[in-house]
Nanobody, 123 residues
């Protein structure tokens, strides 16, 4: 059984910080890549940040570089997303994903998805 369970979303004012967690179990954790995508109302789901589970190499969307940090804790089978200097445009449902990740930003590269956690940033 494969499970990705997100937590840590919430509401914050612009300039604030939030930390998201994604606990993985089953085959999801041995996936080549894990990461975070987000979807705002009326918009397509887009890649935010991913990390290759072997090399620990990371990828970030240009809009979050320098503000968000993705990390991986092998012992806890958990991927984290630390989000600092949040902006109203970061408001979205954030989804954890696991898969091959050959093209890090491509949804087709990810087989497993969490249920999502809402992040709301007010101005």
């Amino acid at each position: 059984q494969v499970h990705l369970v997100e937590s840590g979303g919430g509401s914050v004012q612009a300039g604030g910080s939030l930390s998201l967690s994604c606990a993985a179990s089953g085959y999801a954790y041995v996936s080549n890549s894990m990461g975070w995508f987000r979807q705002a109302p009326g918009k397509e789901r887009q890649g935010v940040a991913t990390i290759y589970t072997g090399s620990r190499s990371t990828n970030y969307a240009d809009s979050v570089k320098g503000r968000f940090t993705i990390s991986l804790d092998n012992a806890k089978n958990t991927v984290y997303l630390q989000m600092n200097s949040l902006k109203p445009e970061d408001t979205a449902m954030y989804y954890c994903a696991a898969g091959r990740g050959r093209l890090w930003y491509s949804l087709d590269e990810y087989n497993y998805w969490g249920q999502g956690t809402q992040v709301t940033v007010s101005s």
